[in-house]
């Protein structure tokens, strides 16, 4: 079955530094994509960044790159020069393609996700 | 362009109450999702709409939860009656095809608490 695994339950980073978020996916399909998102306090899913499995080249959106190890099935945030603002739950998730009766549909799939704390 | 919204913003009711949620997605996006997140945890699809018609429901506990999508357009999700461990942020999501691909928007969430 897909799944998501974050293993970080909460991260402290210094205001200005660099983060990873870990993310390991279990998936045996070949076409699949990753997302993260960002959920403040104030409860709305911000999306930051999205790799196909396809992709060759890591995406990268300003301050936020996903470090794809596809062998390795680790799908980990890179957020560089962290602000106060960043401080948020931080989800990865996994969209796949199930058959069902009506044809092909893709689920998302969300890990548990990893509160990030950024102080000043 | 106009995010996905939702309402109420929060509600609090006592248990065996029944509730209802509103959302309306991004003008033009085909597929609606419904998710349950309950505090500590990611979301869980509830319930996906392509268009008027459901194309998962698998973890939807249909029988207090009920969700329709008449026109296509936006959609109501019940509860009816609720319990306690119904208390979870629901979140509206909608993409613009199937595959997802174009990314996923949520709405900001309906807060339930059931006392």
């Known amino acids: 079955a897909q799944k998501i695994t974050q293993t970080q339950p909460g991260m402290f980073v210094q205001e200005k530094e660099a983060v990873t978020l870990d993310c390991t996916y279990d998936?045996?399909?070949?076409?699949?994509?990753l997302f993260w998102y960002k959920q403040p306090s104030s409860g709305e899913m911000i999306f930051l960044i999205y790799q196909g499995s396809y992709d060759e080249q890591n995406a990268t959106e300003g301050r936020y790159s996903l470090n794809f190890q596809k062998a390795r099935k680790s799908a980990n945030l890179v957020i560089s020069a962290s602000q106060l603002g960043d401080s948020a739950m931080y989800f990865c998730a996994m969209s796949y393609s199930r058959l069902n009766s009506g044809g092909s549909n893709y689920k998302l799939t969300f890990g548990k996700g990893t509160l990030l704390t950024v102080n000043p | 362009e106009a995010g996905v919204a939702q309402s109420p913003r929060y509600k609090i009711i006592e248990k065996r109450q029944s509730v209802a949620f509103w959302c309306n997605p991004i003008s033009g996006h085909a597929t609606l999702y419904w998710y349950q997140q309950i505090l500590g945890q990611g979301p869980k699809l509830l319930i996906q709409f392509q268009n008027n018609g459901v194309v998962d429901d698998s973890q939807l506990p249909k029988d207090r939860f009920s969700a329709e999508r008449l026109k296509g357009v936006d959609s109501t999700l019940k509860i009816q009656p609720a319990k306690l461990e119904d208390s979870a942020v629901y979140l509206c999501?909608?993409?613009?095809?199937?595959?997802?691909?174009?990314?996923?928007?949520f709405g900001s969430g309906t807060r339930l608490t059931v006392v």
């Open positions: 998936t045996s399909d070949q076409s699949y994509g």
């Open positions: 999501a909608s993409s613009l095809d199937l595959r997802g691909n174009y990314g996923y928007t």
